[in-house]
């Protein structure tokens, strides 16, 4: 049975930092890019981040490049999101996804090529 499990969301002051974690089982983590979406009230869900299978290469949402990381441990199963200088407006529903696409250096941005998702988990950063 696949599962991504997140955790480390929470209630956060503007400017303040939170990191994320993703833990994989039941799926060849080592084998799958990961992202990070997010989704707030009323809006549709988002892009944030996304790394390759590799870890070598990474990208990055415009609102976030510069503050947030995305990282994984293969050994660990695990994939992380460093959150810092965290904006009211980066309160949402943060999931974690991983996806059979891309490759070493690259890696999709699109929902739709994502196969594993994750429960979500709740960030909010109060101004």
């Known amino acids: 049975q696949v599962q991504l499990v997140e955790s480390g969301g929470g209630l956060v002051q503007a400017g303040g930092s939170l990191r994320l974690s993703c833990a994989a089982s039941g799926i060849y983590f080592s084998d799958l890019a990961t992202a990070w979406f997010r989704q707030a009230p009323g809006k549709e869900r988002e892009f944030v981040a996304a790394?390759?299978?590799?870890?070598?290469?990474?990208t990055y949402a415009d609102a976030v490049k510069g503050r947030f990381i995305i990282s994984r441990d293969n050994a660990k199963k695990t994939g992380y999101l460093q959150m810092n200088s965290l904006k009211p407006e980066d309160s949402a529903v943060y999931y974690c996804?991983?996806?059979?696409?891309?490759?070493?250096?690259?890696?999709?941005?699109?929902?739709?090529?994502?196969?594993?998702w994750g429960q979500g988990t709740q960030v909010t950063v109060s101004s």
């Open positions: 790394i390759t299978w590799s870890g070598d290469s990474t």
């Open positions: 996804a991983a996806s059979n696409s891309g490759g070493r250096y690259s890696v999709p941005r699109a929902e739709v090529l994502y196969d594993f």
